[in-house]
């Protein structure tokens, strides 16, 4: 497959892509030399090679969630410069 010059101009008109003519030229260079690197790619055979999900063999090890013991109200609130029995006390912010 060969990208032509309407097909470039297709493509940067969707990825809304703006270039001059001197970079047009280097664009179709570059399109056509990964296309044609890809399609190298499929002459190598594949047939016993077992399709991948992952690149690697590793696995995610998952923990139990476990609810770690919290903080009740008063024993949050105990060291709190100031508070008034159910909340922080800060200074205001915004008028």
Known sequence: MKVDKNTLEKIAHLS??????????KMLKSLNDIIGWVDKL????????????HMT???????NDENPKNLDREEGLKNAPQQNGEYFKVPRVLD
């Open 57 to 63: 063999d590793e696995t995610n090890v998952f923990r």
């Open 16 to 25: 809304r892509l703006y270039f001059n003519k001197n970079d047009e030229s």
């Open 42 to 53: 499929s002459e190598v055979d594949t047939s016993e090679v077992e399709p991948l999900t």
